[in-house]
């Protein structure tokens, strides 16, 4: 807020706006910031006859209509550098945590559960890992994962000849063959919904022996069908999955970074078309 | 055990034998391969007239009055390098667990709270770690820790110019001063035994944010006396506490690990003198 301030902005900060609001004010503003609450829709867009920009706090674009926002030369940026280290360590973390069993024996020593046997912990070290969606996230996972002698190896649709020091580049075809664990790295666009479904899974050699899930497709829990309530419920239970609630990315460290990396594509905007 | 008979031995395998009957066959063994539960002590190992080595199968001596041994002409040995990986990963896990919410948040989904300004998480990135002991787990974890752009020193009391390309020699005062986050790689020895009390957590400059703990002092939980019940009850249910059941080392593959390394120091032991 200080840097837009000092770029000559007046800003507002209303982290609890309605949808309804923003589109009843949205002729008055130069520049939307926004999380994934409101969504930058034509509705909302179609009367931002001022708008220069809409910014994404974060990385996931899937709440900004894009395309249309371009009809109306309103430039769309996001940040994905900012929260990539939180979401790399968080994978990790996750990754440790499946492996050596962290959080469900934690869970059963609530219970007053001693489980030695069944907590045997498997190392990481030796196994093959496929990272799909090689950006700013993926990178920072393959590189957190350069310590711990793994084979890492990564598929990125949109990118030609990335192998660096972290990853070596791979068809699906060899992810499916090669690798036990697999780490999603791809934002949720018409492409990727629903990418990871039965036939998906099944083209793996290896079968699968659990999950560690961040993110969901309906994360309102209130407003939960039935089915999905089911869903969340088998997923919570068993001994499989372990689940953290949207967090990756959600460091104190990178709101900072967040808002550092805004700021900075915010001017390169204003560099080439100064606000009048 | 096939390394062992190859060797020439005839080799039991006893996991739930009993201590009393140790003590009444012990003159009739050559070696002794044990993990925590049975007691290498004086009172057992008297009668040991042919017994040419014990072997640890894991790290720590404690249970093994290794002064004694050498005084009948037991060589004693243990596998410190079998489980040196697996250790070092589960203290990656355990301090990302700590620092990004993950056993707890997982804890509190299993009791339908969906809690995400409470579980902002705390980069690794930048922070300064301390390992006390730097022997095979504590640079294990210093190699894993390499990855993660951290400030690495470590203080170990038996080593002279160990500064290596993953953790910098350092005083305890400098990991007083300095460190943020502090892992314990030492053996349990009288020197070691309450080690980490009120005096020397006073001595940090950073004040005591949480803890992630594997081992406990008393890890049989039906002979707790109501203290240590108490005690580990609010261990338990502290947010700032995470505990598995002393499986760091226990992994699949630290099972084999272990037992190349015994039959390799086994062998070196009968190079010396050779079994009669």
Redesign the interface.
């Given at each position: 807020m200080e840097g837009l301030t000092s770029l000559g902005f007046q800003v507002g900060y209303e982290p609890d706006i309605s949808q309804e609001a923003v589109e009843h004010s949205i002729h008055l503003y130069s520049g939307l910031i926004v999380s994934t609450r409101i969504k930058a829709s034509e509705s909302l867009l179609k009367d931002a006859s001022l708008l220069r920009f809409i910014a994404r706090a974060g990385s996931g674009m899937e709440n900004i209509d894009v395309a249309y926002a371009k009809t109306k030369n309103i430039v769309c940026i996001n940040s994905p550098e900012g929260n990539a280290?939180?979401v790399g360590?968080?994978a990790?973390?996750?990754l440790?945590?499946f492996?050596?069993?962290?959080?469900t024996?934690?869970?059963?020593?609530?219970e007053?559960k001693?489980?030695?046997q069944e907590?045997?912990?498997?190392?990481?070290?030796?196994r093959t890992v496929g990272i799909i969606g090689y950006g700013n996230t993926g990178k920072s996972f393959a590189?957190?994962?350069?310590?711990?002698?793994m084979e890492v190896m990564a598929f990125d649709k949109y990118l030609r000849n990335y192998s660096d020091e972290f990853a070596r580049e791979a068809s699906m075809d060899v992810l499916f063959e090669r690798c036990e664990i697999i780490s999603l790295h791809v934002p949720l666009t018409p492409e990727t919904f629903k990418m990871v479904n039965a036939d998906f899974l099944n083209r793996f050699k290896e079968k699968i022996k659990g999950a560690a899930l961040d993110v969901y497709e309906n994360?309102k829990?209130e407003t939960h069908t039935t089915l999905e309530q089911q869903v969340f419920h088998e997923l919570?239970?068993s001994r499989k999955v372990?689940?953290?609630?949207?967090?990756?990315g959600?460091?104190?460290?990178?709101k900072k970074k967040i808002a550092e990396v805004l700021l900075r594509k915010i001017k390169e905007i204003l560099n080439v078309k100064p606000l009048s």
């Open positions: 280290n939180s360590e968080h990790i973390g996750l440790l945590a492996y050596h069993n962290i959080a024996s934690y869970l059963e020593l609530q007053s001693w489980l030695v907590n045997r912990v498997h190392e990481l070290e030796g590189k957190k994962l350069s310590s711990f002698d994360e829990f919570l239970h372990i689940v953290t609630p949207h967090v990756a959600k460091s104190f460290e990178s």
